[in-house]
């Protein structure tokens, strides 16, 4: 059974000058101890998608649809099992490292603090656990006396996926984890992410713009256009060999530096992502995708199976099947 | 294109008018300082100076409002509605140029300050300090008292010590702005230091000083009710020298209420318009605060 | 690979050193002690040559575009622009300004925010005092790929998107003519797909006008993508440099491989050690040996190479245009 099940997720927000659609109907399922790549772009929904997987968007969301967590409906949850959820079965590691910590407390009292709220721990044995996930973060025991500011960027990132440990979650969300960070901790992060998912049978959903990265820790990855899923599929095989113009694109923007088709030839995307509150009809990609027919337009695209394991919502992939 | 540029302010001053709209006490405020502030115009269509002399009065002294005249006599038998209408555009005209002295000497000393790094804006800061620390009524008092009293000096009085908070508050906002990315891009494009502060930092500094200069008013007219009283003034009518005023010929115990009660009324009313005013302002106009 | 090779190496030898940096040091002062910023550094920026200036952040790269573009005063050596030190009197300061141009990391910070397109592109002729200020604006914001340019001169940077706000800034930078661009991580703050497009534009500059670039990044796909050249900076100084295919394909310097070795779908990761690099503390010896994975791992050992490491610093490496690396371990096979 899966872990994590959405089904029809749709998110819309109210503002003054009407509703923007900003997640359209996504569908998705994670098996427990797998890792999934969501990939898109600034505006895309991605981030509000992770949001809505544990309720934490503002109030002038809109959530519809089911998102089962262990057959379990976030959305129809009574607060109190919610905040149970928050804590002890997914917790969600920010981009931004700098805010997520209190700058005046200690971090070791920080990463405790979850345990001795909730009655998890005595402050004795909360000591002892917390020693326990610096140590698994690869920061030495002494270091939970230590301020945030005494702490580098990587090292900060480090105690805050420590913090996402400290309740034993079955699930972690993590929003552009390596985004402001430097390649070699970047690298140092990304090995522990992958480390932890393989060795605690943790499930993990990490949203990023950068398809190599999500490729290289996730099994699974969806890229993500204008509010949809416009590919899903074992990571690898949507990397190298994408069926969606857009996942082609994302694909092609971070070279493999020694190949020579990418040296002095940068590919990108023409025009600018859709505005929400105007989204192109049929296909929504259509006005920047290279290889758009006719039908694009029109076209009502869905998911169509694109090999094993795979779906695409593209015309060309429908054709081809 | 400058009818397309003029549409775009229009617009732009369109949107600040809608979330201004939107503080109801601001709007207050300005409905009341609209109707002191016409009044005040077109004061002398009806009224002139004579209005303050003992000479020409022909009401009784400490004549009960509703008798011969509607808000009462004072000592002389002047009317003290014609005296308030009169005196209005003596309060109002020293609060505006007051305040508006004190934020061009904030303004340019906040944003050098600001901008000059290095000796010049610590030193500047320094002086602004020393502004900031000093008992400002007292200064204006001995000011007004070495120069005279006359409007201009009023005014100069109040100006010269008002300012430092005004300059805090626009080195801050300079500060703020200065570290922007666009400030180094603007020099790399060969901007000098005039550039940088008067096209960038000035329009970005705007809206706060607008603020803050309104409520700038507001205590520049308390300050000079303050001065009045205590009897520096610009020997011409004001709210604070009618307060005077009644303080000297003992309108308190002549049972003269309306003669303290009305000046005062009208500066408390006027102040506190501009404060809802400018505290509106701030709220639309302040990013920081929204 | 070596087809490739020649024809680059050729035309970096024949091309006249425009942008130039001669031992250059940069010093700050960091909390009561001196760091080292820019701490001896040689690099020369050809006629339309691109340069990609790789590092980690507190490597010094920024500065060092900074000092290049007359921002911040070298604390000694020189800058030469087409053979003549850069003198930092505020008139000549402004000359240079016309020819060496800035674009930034976040083009919604670059542009200020009440400026239409317009205003921001016509900021630098201004200054200037060129003529035709409205041709000049209009030619620079289509040679930054917006067209019509009469389109967008009234809009206001938040009703763009970000590609086109970072095409704003490099038209604003366009629109004083300059031969150098500098630019210091042109892309990082784009969505992927734009990325591409705008380095793409930076590739058809230099092919459509001639001009060079100094591109900072820590992206060395980006180095690939466009740059001619890289130069690989380490606590202030330049470790490697050489044309791209050289270096990025067979690197050299230990640094440099441990950076190649964490892209994504590198087969063996090189993870470093030891403590972030701090100007403020340089280590004596190769400044690089505390986190050497070639000295850690004893392979300068068995080289005999360890003890120098260790205590005897390396030459600044010279403004060259063929492959160099500063590593006393690699120097041992030439």
């Known amino acids: 059974m899966s872990l994590l099940e959405l089904d029809d997720v749709s998110v819309t927000y109210r503002i003054a000058s009407g509703e923007v659609p900003a997640v359209r109907g996504v569908s998705l399922k994670l098996a427990a101890g797998a890792a999934l790549g969501v990939a898109g772009e600034s505006g895309s929904g991605k981030s509000t998608l992770a949001m809505s997987l544990l309720r934490l968007l503002p109030a002038d969301a809109r959530v519809t649809g089911k998102i089962l967590l262990d057959g379990e409906d976030v959305l129809t949850m009574k607060w109190g099992r919610l905040r149970a959820v928050r804590w002890a079965e997914a917790s969600i590691v920010f981009q931004g490292a700098q805010h997520g910590l209190n700058p005046v407390r200690r971090i070791g009292d920080q990463i405790a603090e979850p345990l001795l709220v909730h009655g998890l721990a005595k402050p004795e044995g909360a000591r002892k656990r917390v020693a326990e996930l610096l140590d698994q973060v690869g920061l030495p025991s002494w270091r939970a006396r230590s301020y945030p500011h005494e702490l580098s960027g990587g090292q900060r990132q480090r105690v805050m996926i420590a913090m996402a440990l400290a309740c034993e979650p079955r699930l972690i969300i993590a929003d552009e984890p390596t985004t402001a960070l430097d390649v070699m901790v970047q690298a140092q992060v990304l090995t522990l992410i992958k480390e932890l998912v393989a060795s605690q049978d943790i499930s993990l959903i990490m949203i990023s713009h950068d398809l190599s990265v999500l490729a290289d820790v996730c099994g699974q990855l969806a890229v993500m256009y204008a509010g949809r899923i416009v590919e899903n599929g074992p990571s690898h095989e949507v990397f190298h060999d994408a069926r969606h113009p857009y996942s082609k694109a994302l694909a092609a923007a971070f070279p493999t530096v020694g190949d020579p088709v990418s040296r002095m030839a940068p590919k990108g995307l023409g025009g600018d992502p859709p505005d929400p509150m105007r989204l192109p009809g049929g296909c929504s990609f259509h006005p920047r995708c290279p290889v758009a027919v006719e039908a694009c337009p029109t076209l009502d695209v869905e998911l169509w199976s694109a090999g094993a394991g795979r779906t695409a919502a593209c015309v060309h992939v429908k054709e081809a099947s | 294109m400058t009818t397309v540029a003029w549409a775009r302010r229009k617009m732009a001053f369109g949107r600040f008018w809608t979330t201004f709209r939107r503080q109801p006490a601001g709007v207050v405020g300005l409905g009341i300082l609209v109707v002191a502030v016409v009044l005040a115009l077109i004061a002398p269509l009806f009224i002139d100076d004579s209005v303050t002399s003992v000479v020409s009065d022909t009401g009784k002294s400490f004549g009960a409002p509703g008798t011969d005249s509607a808000l009462g006599n004072d000592e002389s038998g002047r009317s003290i509605l014609e005296l308030i209408w009169w005196g209005s555009r003596t309060s109002l005209l020293i609060g505006f140029l007051a305040a508006a002295l004190a934020m061009v000497i904030g303004t340019v000393i906040g944003i050098a300050s600001g901008h000059f790094r290095g000796w010049i804006g610590a030193a500047l800061m320094r002086v602004t300090d020393w502004f900031l620390v000093l008992p400002s009524l007292v200064t204006a008092l001995v000011l007004a008292a070495i120069l005279g009293g006359s409007m201009t000096t009023i005014i100069v009085a109040i100006g010269v010590t008002a300012w430092p908070s005004t300059a805090r508050l626009i080195r801050a906002q300079t500060l703020a702005v200065e570290a922007r990315p666009y400030i180094e891009r603007s020099k790399a494009l060969g901007a000098g230091h005039w550039h940088v502060m008067t096209k960038h930092v000035l329009p970005n500094v705007a809206p706060l000083l607008l603020a803050s200069t309104t409520l700038e008013v507001a205590s520049a007219i308390v300050t000079e009710s303050t001065l009045a009283f205590l009897g520096v003034s610009s020997n011409k009518t004001s709210w604070g020298t009618m307060l005077r005023g009644s303080y000297d010929w003992n309108a308190a115990s002549n049972g003269a209420w309306w003669y303290i009660v009305i000046p005062g009324l009208c500066i408390v009313a006027v102040v506190m318009a501009f404060t809802l005013v400018g505290r509106a302002l701030e709220a639309v106009l302040n990013p920081r605060l929204r | ?334």
Not at chain 3, 155 to 176: C, D, F, K, T
């Open chain 3, 1 to 334: 690979m070596t087809e490739t090779e020649t024809p680059v190496e050729h035309a970096a030898a024949t091309r006249t050193t425009l942008l130039e940096a001669q031992d250059l040091h940069v010093d700050f002062a960091s909390r009561g002690r001196r760091a080292r910023a820019v701490d001896g550094v040689n690099l020369a920026i050809g006629e339309g040559e691109i340069v990609a200036l790789v590092g980690e952040s507190g490597c010094g790269k920024t500065t060092l575009a900074r000092t290049l573009l007359g921002l911040e005063r070298p604390s000694s050596g020189t800058v030469r622009y087409g053979g003549a030190p850069l003198s930092y009197d505020s008139r000549s300061l402004k000359a240079y300004r016309r020819e060496v141009q800035l674009v930034l990391q976040d083009p919604t910070g670059s542009l200020n925010p009440r400026h239409t397109v317009y205003e921001a592109v016509a900021e630098g002729p201004r200054i200037h005092g060129l003529p035709d200020e409205e041709k000049v604006v209009a030619d620079a914001l289509s040679r930054a790929g917006l067209r019509p340019p009469e389109r967008f001169f009234l809009r206001y940077p938040h009703e763009l998107s970000g590609g086109q706000r970072q095409r704003v800034v490099i038209a604003g930078a366009l629109a004083l003519n300059p031969r150098v661009l500098v630019a210091d991580e042109p892309v990082a703050s784009l969505d992927a797909s734009v990325r591409g497009e705008i380095l793409a534009l930076m590739l058809k500059l230099r092919a459509d006008l001639g001009l060079s670039a100094l591109v900072v990044t820590h992206d060395l796909g980006l180095a690939w993508n466009i740059a001619d050249r890289v130069a690989v900076m380490y606590l202030g100084r330049i470790v490697e440099s050489g044309p791209v295919e050289q270096v990025l394909t067979a690197p050299r310097h230990p640094y440099t491989q441990a950076l190649m070795s964490v892209l994504p779908e590198s087969p063996e990761r090189v993870i470093l050690t030891g403590e972030p690099p701090d100007p403020t503390r340089i280590p004596g010896g190769c400044r690089f040996h505390a986190r050497c994975q070639v000295l850690a791992s004893g392979r300068a050992e068995e080289a005999g190479v360890a003890a120098r490491c260790r205590t005897e610093p390396l030459e600044i490496l010279p403004a060259v245009p063929t492959a160099q690396e500063a590593c006393h371990y690699a120097a041992l096979n030439p």
